[in-house]
């Protein structure tokens, strides 16, 4: 009987593991992004970063002032400023400056990039979800350290262990799901999936604020960490005890081995070339909000609280955006090839750019409104890329690809945000992020559509070769797979092997139709 209810619910398995996946990145990225808002907690408290002239916690608005905090550069002019003897600025550390700069990015991308090529090679030869276990738990215990922590390098030593365990979800998660889910349904499953970014980030932005602000305990920001690293211990635990590892789907695989694959030659296809470029910059001006954004709107508009505001516009809207972006991706595909997969990644993003200007340029009811129409187009971006790149390299190498394309992606994506302070410094903070963030998003646009002409159009139906399944070949057709990218002979498996093991006869296979994922 337990059996036979077993099967009953065994519908219920994949969306579950999608779950389970999805949440436990949620946990991980909430952890990575959390110093971007407690950042000015966690300064005062550690001594690090860029001390300016604030407005204090009185109950003046801004347009109330004589002038504004951030006017003033000396200290004792800073703590001059009043309203009847009310002093309204303060001379305290903001958060901001080169060592936050690289606490929030390099710290963390440096093990992080290095770590995803590691853990996406061992991918395709190891129990995907025996490491997913033991990543989850190491980023999840190094999490909860970073309550704990007594100096600014106890914080950067953290942050590089909680990199090395995150490293693993993405190539990890996204070969278990290639393997278990449809094709028809891939850009949607991978964009749920990769919304854990911005579930994470978003809900940093209550939590940062409002956990640190109740003080529990007295132990301000520090419950941020210690909550949501008990969050990701549940997820490890789960991840360890109810997930299996799946059938991992062939590749035009025969009974004797593996089809013969070049990594090299994988990598250096023009169109994943592209690909991992046009990523990298639009990753780069999503990672210039995620870093900036709370300490942004809290320097120009501090008596205005905007962390539900953010949260609303990062949870709701993105996700709204996300789920479109899937479903579009994969209704488009199925008629009009990889290409439109490409080409809705440009179209999202040239609609979400002059927005993205917007949430920076106006004041905040309107910043808000542009920053959720961007929002709504921008993060249609993430899952398409990967299900692109799952579509377009063969399943030899799929996990390190990915490996390596992230790496890639965070390096240039994760990096160019240092250079905000700087550019700061000379032109405003506000100039800054407007350039790293909307210009990058413009930028990458370009790119976008460049590549697009490099991917595969639609294929017209053919006739069935010798002894393939016309029923799968048409199938294979209409929903727009392309994995063709190799035409030498010895990237095929040998002739006339025989159908062991489920593998089909074959007299002349087109790589198109040998390396079905």
Not at 492 to 498: R, V
């Given at each position: 009987?337990?059996?036979?209810?077993?099967?009953k619910?065994?519908?219920?398995?994949?969306?579950?593991v999608?779950?389970?996946?999805?949440?436990?990145?949620?946990?991980?990225?909430?952890?990575?992004?959390?110093?971007g808002?407690?950042?000015?907690?966690?300064?005062?408290?550690?001594?690090?970063?860029?001390?300016?002239?604030?407005?204090?916690?009185?109950?003046?608005?801004?347009?109330?002032?004589?002038?504004?905090?951030?006017?003033?550069?000396?200290e004792?002019?800073?703590?001059?400023?009043?309203?009847?003897?009310?002093?309204?600025?303060e001379?305290?550390?903001n958060?901001?400056g080169?060592?936050?700069?690289?606490?929030?990015?390099p710290s963390?991308?440096a093990v992080?990039?290095?770590?995803?090529v590691?853990?996406?090679?061992?991918?395709?030869?190891?129990?995907?979800?025996?490491?997913?276990?033991?990543?989850t738990?190491?980023?999840a215990?190094?999490?909860?350290?970073q309550?704990?922590?007594?100096?600014y390098?106890?914080?950067?030593l953290?942050?590089?262990?909680?990199?090395?365990?995150?490293?693993g979800?993405?190539?990890?998660?996204?070969?278990?799901?290639?393997?278990?889910f449809?094709?028809?349904?891939?850009?949607?499953?991978?964009?749920?999936?990769?919304?854990?970014?911005y579930?994470?980030?978003?809900?940093?932005?209550?939590?940062?604020?409002?956990?640190?602000?109740?003080?529990?305990?007295?132990?301000?920001?520090?419950?941020?960490?210690?909550?949501?690293?008990?969050?990701?211990?549940?997820?490890?635990?789960l991840?360890g005890t109810?997930?299996?590892?799946?059938?991992?789907?062939?590749?035009?695989?025969d009974?004797?081995g593996?089809?013969?694959?070049?990594?090299?030659?994988?990598?250096?296809?023009?169109?994943?070339l592209?690909?991992?470029?046009?990523?990298?910059?639009?990753?780069s001006?999503?990672?210039?909000?995620?870093y900036?954004a709370?300490?942004y709107?809290?320097?120009?508009?501090?008596?205005?609280?905007?962390?539900?505001?953010?949260?609303?516009?990062?949870?709701?809207?993105?996700s709204?955006?996300?789920?479109?972006?899937?479903?579009?991706?994969?209704?488009f595909?199925?008629?009009?090839?990889?290409?439109?997969?490409v080409?809705c990644?440009?179209?999202?993003?040239?609609?979400?750019?002059p927005?993205?200007?917007?949430?920076?340029?106006?004041e905040?009811?309107?910043?808000?409104?542009?920053?959720?129409?961007?929002?709504?187009f921008?993060?249609?971006?993430?899952?398409?890329?990967?299900?692109?790149?799952?579509?377009?390299?063969p399943?030899?190498?799929?996990?390190?690809?990915?490996?390596v394309?992230?790496f890639?992606?965070?390096?240039i994506?994760g990096?160019?945000?240092?250079?905000?302070?700087?550019?700061a410094?000379?032109?405003?903070?506000?100039g800054?992020?407007m350039?790293?963030?909307?210009?990058?998003?413009?930028?990458?646009?370009?790119?976008?559509?460049?590549?697009?002409?490099f991917?595969?159009?639609?294929?017209?139906?053919?006739?069935?070769?010798?002894?393939?399944?016309?029923?799968?070949?048409?199938?294979?057709?209409?929903?727009?797979?392309?994995?063709?990218?190799?035409?030498?002979?010895?990237y095929?498996?040998?002739?006339?092997?025989?159908g062991?093991?489920?593998?089909?006869?074959?007299?002349?296979?087109?790589?198109?139709?040998s390396?079905?994922?």
């Open positions: 009987m337990q059996s036979s209810m077993m099967e619910l065994g519908f219920l398995y994949k969306p579950y999608l779950a389970v996946l999805t949440i436990g990145y949620i946990a991980g990225e909430l952890g990575h992004y959390l110093i808002v407690t950042s000015k907690a966690t300064a005062i408290e550690l001594d690090y970063g860029d001390q300016a002239c604030q407005q204090n916690h009185t109950d003046f608005l801004r347009h109330e002032l004589p002038a504004q905090c951030a006017e003033f550069i000396i004792h002019e800073c703590h001059q400023q009043h309203i009847n003897g009310t002093v309204y600025c001379w305290n550390y958060g901001l080169l060592e936050y700069q690289l606490l929030a990015g963390f991308i992080f990039t290095v770590m995803g590691v853990l996406g090679v061992a991918a395709d030869r190891y129990n995907r979800v025996r490491m997913l276990f033991v990543c738990l190491v980023f215990v190094a999490i909860l350290l309550g704990t922590v007594k100096e390098w106890h914080l950067i953290l942050r590089m262990v909680m990199a090395a365990g995150e490293a979800c993405n190539p990890l998660a996204t070969g278990i799901m290639s393997d278990i449809p094709e028809s349904k891939r850009a949607l499953v991978m964009a749920i999936f990769n919304w854990g970014i579930g994470g980030y978003g809900i940093a932005f209550p939590v940062g604020r409002y956990i640190t602000k109740l003080d529990i305990g007295g132990l301000g920001w520090r419950v941020c960490y210690y909550g949501t690293g008990v969050l990701a211990l549940i997820m490890a635990v991840t109810t997930l299996r590892e799946p059938q991992r789907q062939s590749i035009g695989e009974a004797a593996k089809v013969k694959v070049n990594l090299w030659k994988v990598l250096m296809q023009p169109r994943v592209l690909l991992m470029f046009a990523a990298s910059i639009r990753h001006g999503g990672m210039t909000f995620a900036n709370d300490l709107y809290n320097i120009y508009f501090p008596d205005v609280d905007l962390g539900w505001w953010l949260f609303a516009v990062t949870i709701g809207i993105g709204i955006g996300v789920v479109v972006g899937g479903i579009v991706s994969d209704k595909v199925a008629k009009m090839g990889i290409r439109s997969r080409a990644l440009a179209v999202s993003q040239l609609l979400a750019t927005f993205a200007f917007g949430s920076v340029y106006y905040p009811l309107w910043a808000m409104i542009t920053l959720g129409i961007s929002y709504f921008a993060e249609m971006w993430f899952g398409i890329v990967f299900a692109v790149l799952v579509e377009i390299v399943l030899q190498v799929r996990s390190t690809t990915i490996g394309f992230l890639v992606m965070n390096n994506g990096n160019l945000p240092i250079l905000v302070d700087p550019l410094k000379a032109i405003g903070y506000r800054s992020v350039f790293f963030y909307a210009g990058f998003y413009g930028i990458s646009t370009v790119l976008f559509f460049i590549t697009m002409f991917m595969d159009g639609p294929k017209p139906a053919a006739a069935p070769t010798i002894g393939h399944d016309p029923t799968a070949h048409a199938n294979h057709v209409e929903m727009g797979h392309e994995n063709n990218t190799f035409q030498p002979d010895d095929l498996p040998p002739p006339h092997t025989n062991v093991n489920g593998h089909r006869n074959i007299v002349s296979v087109r790589p198109s139709e390396s079905r994922l």
